[in-house]
């Protein structure tokens, strides 16, 4: 009778074949588990903050602090212009889940601005809404100015921002905020969207204004009421405070009316308990800015900070 040995190497190769199938198996089935599970995705944190102090009759940085996504850089300016802070965030915008936190503090007597590298971009959000929290404390005879540059919101986004500023009896402090639904020039709709925005400002420790912002939803089908924008998709608020913010109305009331205003943008004036207000809509965010640029620029005395034009 003719009987066939088992070959010893076969044998071994199907028991490794069998154990590389065995453990593809499990590894696929882990990989299936984790897809039907829900992604568990990076956040962005970032905090920075800086103040200032008066030095030999000049403003110079007292104290600067940054971590996470948020840096604070100071670029050379021109002879006699005073010091511009420059935000920058690193993770290149903000959207659901993201915090960033600036703070800004100006000793007694100095002058110096803060704004921001680019526009902060508010991109789609997978859940919750990205938050941005900053702070200004504007010491005694101190100048402030608070400069920057748009938030754009994209579909889909959601923002929550809060402004806190804390002003001495006799400081001054220069504020403007811009929020552009989209960006009009690519012709992008914002059909649901979400921000909330909070001012709170306080004088010698009282709080003198207080004001909040919301909108959802189909933002761009909102505001094309009459009513609520008339189909503006940018909006900004210029917010002067001044023991004498009022001596500046007629200033501002000219510039906003002037012959070379921007005839998409509308825009209104007022004063009030030590404040001036301007506030602008544009069915043209390109245009917003550009009106922006040329009444800061009349009303400061001097050229906007240098991102504001790169």
Not at 43 to 72: C, H, M, P, W
Request: charged residues 25%; hydrophobic residues 45%; positive net charge.
């Amino acid at each position: 009778m003719d009987r066939t040995m088992p070959d010893p190497a076969g044998t071994a190769s199907s028991r490794a074949a069998a154990s590389d199938a065995a453990a593809a198996a499990r590894a696929d089935a882990a990989c299936g588990a984790n897809a039907a599970g829900p992604a568990v995705l990076e956040r962005a944190r970032g905090r920075a903050e800086i103040a200032f102090k008066l030095s030999a009759g000049a403003t110079r940085v007292d104290r600067l602090f940054q971590e996470g996504q948020a840096k604070i850089r100071l670029p050379r300016g021109e002879p006699g212009d005073p010091p511009t802070a420059v935000v920058i965030n690193t993770a290149g915008g903000v959207t659901g889940g993201d915090r960033l936190d600036i703070a800004a503090s100006w000793g007694p007597g100095t002058t110096a601005a803060v704004t921001g590298q680019a526009a902060e971009r508010i991109y789609r959000s997978s859940g919750g809404a990205g938050t941005i929290r900053n702070r200004l404390s504007v010491g005694a005879g101190a100048t402030a100015e608070w400069l920057p540059q748009e938030t754009i919101l994209f579909d889909r986004s959601r923002l929550a921002r809060r402004l806190e500023v804390d002003l001495a009896a006799d400081a001054r402090c220069l504020i403007v905020e811009s929020v552009f639904f989209g960006r009009g020039a690519m012709g992008e709709r914002v059909t649901d969207g979400a921000i909330t925005d909070h001012w709170r400002v306080r004088r010698d420790g009282r709080l003198v204004l207080a004001e909040s912002f919301r909108a959802g939803g189909d933002t761009t089908g909102l505001f094309a009421g009459r009513a609520t924008g008339a189909g503006a998709i940018a909006f900004a608020t210029l917010l002067y405070a001044a023991p004498d913010a009022d001596r500046y109305l007629d200033r501002l009331r000219g510039l906003v009316d002037d012959d070379a205003r921007e005839p998409a943008v509308e825009a209104g004036t007022s004063a009030f308990d030590g404040f001036l207000v301007a506030r602008f809509l544009s069915p043209s965010p390109q245009a917003l800015r550009r009106d922006l640029v040329r009444i800061l620029e009349a009303f400061r005395g001097r050229p906007m900070p240098r991102p504001w034009s790169c």
